[in-house]
Nanobody
Framework: VQLQASGGGLVQAGGSLRLSCAAS????????MGWYRQAPGKQRELVAT???????KYADSVKGRFTISRDNAKKTVYLQLNSLIPEDTGVYYC??????????????WGQGTQVTVSS
């Protein structure tokens, strides 16, 4: 199973980006999916998660500005980033709990996509 993240870039404060993360491989079902980020010199932190049924959770720092969504048919999770601030700068990683052919769930990470917000 591979997760391919895309959509990062350089944007001015107040701008928007949309991140995508597409999964491929032997996948029976993708359970919880999420986005994490890691700023320079800091630990990786949770940004948002979404269950198979669409229930979402957000870090307090992004509530009201970011929106996580998913397309189960496309095996893809999205993160819409609005009203970006410099503190949102970091490498964004997608994560997915994947059920494979043997009906066991494994945790997978994407390669990360850089988001840089200039002031």
């Amino acid at each position: 199973v591979q997760l391919q993240a895309s959509g990062g870039g350089l944007v001015q404060a107040g701008g928007s980006l949309r991140l995508s993360c597409a999964a491929s491989g032997s996948i029976i079902r993708m359970n919880a999916m999420g986005w994490y980020r890691q700023a320079p010199g800091k630990q990786r932190e949770l940004v948002a998660t979404i269950t198979y049924g669409g229930s979402t959770k957000y870090a307090d720092s992004v509530k009201g500005r970011f929106t996580i969504s998913r397309d189960n048919a496309k095996k893809t999770v999205y993160l819409q980033l609005n009203s970006l601030i410099p503190e949102d700068t970091g490498v964004y990683y997608c994560n997915a709990a994947v059920v494979g052919p043997y009906l066991k769930e494994y945790d997978y990470w994407g390669q990360g996509t850089q988001v840089t917000v200039s002031s």
